[in-house]
């Protein structure tokens, strides 16, 4: 205050003084950003320290300064479904506001799940001594698993299958029909498996006109 704008100025500050340049912090930033090192598909702060003349501590500081993770990657995924949006409404206004005199079920599939046997009888827990299981095991094969879940009262509907065919799907269709109000209409949430969608399939909602299946946008489920 007593020097007001006259001391503005930048003091000289306790410590070791600088050592790194903003050139030198700018080289590091663009060759992050716009390079890669030979033979490598992302700089590594020890390589980039190594080019750059200065310490993998400096490479690393710097990067955290400017939020940079070359470590790490996401994913992205363009949806090609032209009904993108339509299908996107249909399913969450299911969700949202479900229709009345109607119960929704979503359903999906877990195919090839292994039937595993283990070779000794599992082994209680015990004080100090935890639940124990044979490391080795004997395989019976693989079955499917189809589970609907009413997504109004959270009662779920789950069926085996020998085989991942449309047959299957259609003997858990028929294991909703039996389970659910008669006097319903059903909504069924299903993704765009090739097996929800053929002749037999539509054959079978020929017959059940109060079932309806609606399916996400590709590559959403």
Not at 13 to 21: D, E, F, K, L, Q
Not at 37 to 57: D, F, M, V
Not at 89 to 112: I, M, S, T
Not at 191 to 203: C, E, I
Request: with cysteine; proline share 9%.
């Amino acid at each position: 205050m007593r020097e007001q704008l006259d001391g503005l100025a930048d003091e000289p500050r306790p410590g070791v003084p600088r050592t790194i340049t903003d050139a030198q912090v700018e080289a590091v930033v663009v060759r992050t950003l716009e390079e890669t090192p030979q033979g490598a598909t992302r700089w590594s702060k020890r390589e980039l320290a190594r080019q750059r003349g200065i310490s993998p501590s400096s490479v690393l500081r710097i990067w955290r300064a400017f939020g940079l993770q070359p470590w790490r990657t996401e994913t992205f995924k363009v949806f090609p479904d032209p009904m993108l949006i339509d299908k996107i409404r249909d399913v969450v206004g299911l969700y949202l506001a479900p229709p009345a005199n109607a119960v929704v079920f979503a359903v999906d599939e877990k195919p090839e799940i292994q039937a595993l046997e283990r070779t000794a009888p599992v082994l209680p827990m015990l004080p100090s001594t935890p639940e124990r299981r044979s490391f080795d095991y004997v395989r019976h094969g693989t079955v499917d698993l189809f589970a609907a879940l009413d997504t109004a009262t959270e009662k779920v509907i789950s069926k085996l299958s020998a085989q991942h065919r449309a047959v299957g799907f259609r003997g858990f269709l028929d294991e909703i029909d039996r389970q659910s109000d008669p006097g319903l209409a059903v909504h069924v949430i299903c993704d765009n498996l090739s097996a929800h969608q053929t002749p037999v399939v539509h054959k079978w909602l020929l017959a059940h006109p109060r079932f309806r299946l609606h399916f996400t946008p590709t590559y959403s489920s």
